[in-house]
């Protein structure tokens, strides 16, 4: 048994051989970078000035899905704004390169598309 744990050793340091990192389960979904589905709300209004001015207001305590409710313009305020699931190619580029690049969590810069301009909030990753 010393002999293999001593082989495997020096295989490694030349690497002929790959000894595989131990890592958490954490730190591995931490560096995983695509996701095949998001889940996220959203806030849609006209101009830039409105969803900075909601974002603002998120940011100091007001429910994201209060204000969808209220303001957006999507038939999702209903639902405070929330779209489900989708995949990558079932929204329009930029709303979706918005939402798979932001954290879970976070809500995103207002982000304009042909509809007005965006609040995004992702809410899952899968």
Known sequence: MKNIVKSVLILSLFGLFAVPAFTSHSAVQAEQTE???VRAS???VDTEEEA???KKRIENGESFEKLAKEYSK???REKGG???FFK???MVKPFED???SLPVGVISDPV???YGWHLIKVTSKI
């Open 35 to 37: 996701f095949r589905s």
């Open 42 to 44: 959203h806030i849609l």
């Open 52 to 54: 900075l001015e909601l």
């Open 74 to 76: 999507c038939m999702s």
């Open 82 to 84: 929330n779209l489900g």
């Open 88 to 90: 990558r190619g079932q």
């Open 98 to 100: 918005a939402a798979f």
């Open 112 to 114: 304009k598309t042909e």
